[in-house]
């Protein structure tokens, strides 16, 4: 019996451990909901809505929300699970809630001792227009093409959706680069994309800039496993493993072009620059190549000439001047001052990537990015333009298949660099890891056109990369915060 006894309490103790266990790990897990974004903003009269949202923190977003309407009273607008359907004209108030946005009680507990969800509501409002057809004029705003004033494109809103879905080719303007469409001629307005609301009859302006503008796309936070192989092309995993976790940021669409870097510097050092021995292959745009032959140093003078230039606070701090013009000429040896070069934290401007960034980009964040060895695919054709396929040169960026974040050419076509010292890995969980402080080379990602398969994967990092290293495989690409 005294066995019997002593097996029951080592029972009863084990339960209780795992139950407090459980109940703990289920209220540390959980970061506080601080903001749902991205809620559609419009409905039509007769026609379902999807409703959606992202929850932040960023690595938040997997959890659930619940919809409801606001309105007292109101019966013309219902929602069943995340479809409102509206019957009528108006203004609909809907409530998302995340049952444990804001963690657990600490004093009140369910009949089976669990700690009690405190919910995070938000109120959105949402326009319902009757359906109808509405059109959107595109104004070139562009004193010097008034015979593209006089015959401007207009597009129309189907009577079953809320936003255009599609936009007109650009206009062209001499000596200008177009910048997108703005619902104010001034520019002061906010931009009108595909997803915009069109409630009635609209005209939007076009603007333009000296330099050609940077396509950025946000990525969302979240944590993932640095270093580990996926998908099934070759290579190993990247080891020690570790589990990163990242603040969202904002990565630029494609690789710095050529166009780009000459608008901003005032010079293209690209070996493959359209001339004699470099020419462009068939049907390409040239300016549209990846700028090349630039060292690590020549990226950090680009980023903070492109800030000022957009009027962004710049990101890179040397000697106590984010102002490039007064660090001098950029090195063509090892410099100890321009290695110490610091990142403000409270700067809003152009950077490089730091190497978990790239990474984390490079798989498809936190946002169902597949198993894939290389960005996007686990093809290098698809995505790539490396050894097999390149013809030995760098080809016009966005012609491959982008990976699951939109993202253009993160395997092949030339290496990246990034802003961390080459170091080996350690095992340790890290958030917002931006290397040691010092080193010999600074990390290279991605690959190259002259590159073969293995040399393209996400995880497959580059270590040769001094900071004034600078050859015709070689480019860059951009983040912001």
Request: net charge negative; with cysteine.
């Amino acid at each position: 019996m005294k066995n019997v006894c002593k097996v029951f309490s080592f029972f009863i103790m084990v339960v209780v451990i795992g139950h407090i266990f459980s109940s703990c790990t289920t209220s540390t897990a959980n970061v506080h909901v601080s903001n749902i974004i991205g809620v559609p903003e419009a409905a039509i009269v007769g026609f379902p809505l999807t409703l959606s949202g992202i929850v932040f923190p960023e690595n938040t977003n997997a959890r659930d929300i619940e919809w409801s309407v606001l309105n007292a009273g109101t019966t013309w607008a219902t929602i069943n699970g995340n479809i409102l359907n509206a019957a009528e004209a108006g203004t609909v108030i809907v409530t998302a809630t995340v049952a444990d946005g804001l963690g657990y009680s600490q004093n009140t507990t369910d009949e089976q001792g669990y700690r009690i969800p405190i919910p995070y509501t938000q109120n959105f409002a949402i326009t319902v227009v009757p359906p109808a057809v509405r059109t959107v004029t595109f104004n070139s705003n562009n004193t010097d093409a008034s015979s593209i004033e006089a015959n401007p494109q207009i597009l129309t809103v189907s009577p079953t959706t809320v936003s255009i879905g599609s936009l007109p080719s650009p206009p062209a303007r001499p000596d200008y680069f177009f910048h997108g469409w703005n619902m104010q001629a001034d520019g002061s307005g906010t931009s009108f994309t595909t997803t915009t609301f069109v409630p009635e009859n609209i005209t939007v302006y076009a603007m333009w800039g000296t330099h050609p503008v940077i396509e950025m796309v946000w990525i969302p936070g979240g944590r993932f496993e640095m270093g580990r192989n996926l998908g099934d092309g070759e290579g190993n995993n990247v080891t020690p493993v570790s589990t990163v976790t990242l603040s969202g940021f904002y990565m630029g669409i494609y690789l710095v072009t050529q166009e780009l870097y000459q608008a901003v510097m005032g010079s293209n050092p690209s070996h493959f620059h359209g001339g004699s021995g470099s020419e462009l292959f068939a049907g390409e745009i040239q300016g549209w190549r990846p700028v090349e032959s630039v060292s690590w140093y020549d990226a950090l003078v680009f980023c903070n000439r492109l800030s000022i230039m957009e009027g962004l606070s710049p990101a890179y701090s040397l000697n106590n001047s984010t102002n490039p013009d007064n660090w001098g000429s950029v090195p063509t040896a090892r410099n100890t001052t321009w290695d110490a070069v610091q990142v403000l934290s409270s700067s809003t401007g152009y950077r490089l990537p730091t190497e978990a960034q790239w990474e984390y980009a490079a798989k498809g964040g936190n946002s169902s990015p597949g198993s894939f060895s290389y960005s996007g695919s686990n093809d290098p054709e698809a995505v790539a333009w490396y050894h097999a396929n390149s013809n030995s040169m760098t080809h016009q960026v966005g012609l491959k298949q982008p990976n699951g974040l939109g993202l253009y050419d993160m395997s092949g076509n030339v290496w990246e660099w990034c802003w961390d010292w080459w170091s080996s890995y350690t095992r340790r969980a890290k958030t917002n890891p931006t290397g040691p402080a010092s080193g010999s080379y600074r990390v290279l990602r991605g690959g190259s056109w002259f590159h073969d398969g293995p040399f393209l994967r996400s995880v497959y990092r580059g270590s040769i990369g001094s900071p004034l290293y600078r050859t015709h495989n070689v480019g860059f690409r951009l983040v912001r915060p």
